[in-house]
């Protein structure tokens, strides 16, 4: 079993609904939690930053953590097309040469 | 300012050869990985290199991966006697030492290698 277990999509939306994606994870040393937004052909860039339990607000986009049932979620509200990337979940435990431990992440499509 | 970069953007050779993936890091950064993704598999991690430590080499699959980095900037990732499982995107992050966004890792582009 992987630590961390991300559903592959692909997930297709039309514009403006919500989307929410998630991931769960098995190893409880994990405390900071961060969403990687991925476009074709690009390197991923760092979306959103959440240290352990709890939500986190930022534009159209909220993160939220459950370290008690191991679930992180990343919710983006009105979607637009400029959305549609691969989404991946990643997670590391305390100390800043700790290691990324990634999920496979989600494709998302946001359809006119 | 400039982000981390990678050349070469695509690679293909052939089963045996050794290749040579290059990552410039974005300038001040410390830390430096490598991770390998493959369809279906997310990122997994290789090596990373912090200051003048010695670099955690625990995710580098086999002896035929090495990464060296010169004068604590540019790196370079060597493959030796590529195999086809060896095709994926292999890519770079940097990231800085000390302040609030110490723990983001800025990725490069990626090279994507293909053996054929």
């Known amino acids: 079993q992987k630590e961390v277990e991300q559903d592959p999509g692909p997930l297709s939306v039309p514009e403006g609904a919500i989307v929410s994606l998630n991931c769960t994870y098995s190893n409880s040393a994990f405390q900071y939690f961060m969403w990687y937004r991925q476009y074709s052909r690009k390197g991923p860039e760092l979306l959103m930053y959440?240290?352990?339990?709890g939500n986190k607000e930022d534009g159209r986009f909220t993160a939220q953590v459950d370290k008690s049932s191991k679930y992180i979620s990343l919710f983006i509200r009105d979607s637009q097309p400029s959305d549609s990337a691969t989404y991946l979940c990643a997670m590391k435990g305390a100390g800043t040469a700790s290691k990324l431990t990634f999920g496979t992440g989600t494709r998302l499509q946001v359809t006119l | 300012g400039a982000g981390v970069s990678q050349s070469p953007s695509n690679k293909v050779t052939e089963k045996g050869k050794d290749v040579e993936l290059r990552c410039d890091p974005i300038?001040?950064?410390?830390?430096l990985y490598w991770y390998r993704q493959s369809l279906g598999q997310g990122l997994e991690f290789l090596i990373y290199?912090?200051?003048?430590?010695?670099?955690?080499k625990s995710g580098l699959p086999s002896d035929r991966f090495s990464a060296e980095r010169t004068g604590g900037s540019v790196s370079t990732l060597t493959i030796q006697r590529t195999q086809q499982e060896d095709s994926a995107v292999y890519l770079c992050a940097s990231r800085p030492l000390a302040g609030w966004s110490t723990d983001t890792q800025y990725f490069g582009p990626g090279t994507r290698l293909t053996v054929l």
């Open positions: 959440t240290y352990s339990s």
């Open positions: 290199f912090q200051g003048n430590s010695a670099p955690d």
């Open positions: 300038s001040g950064h410390t830390a």
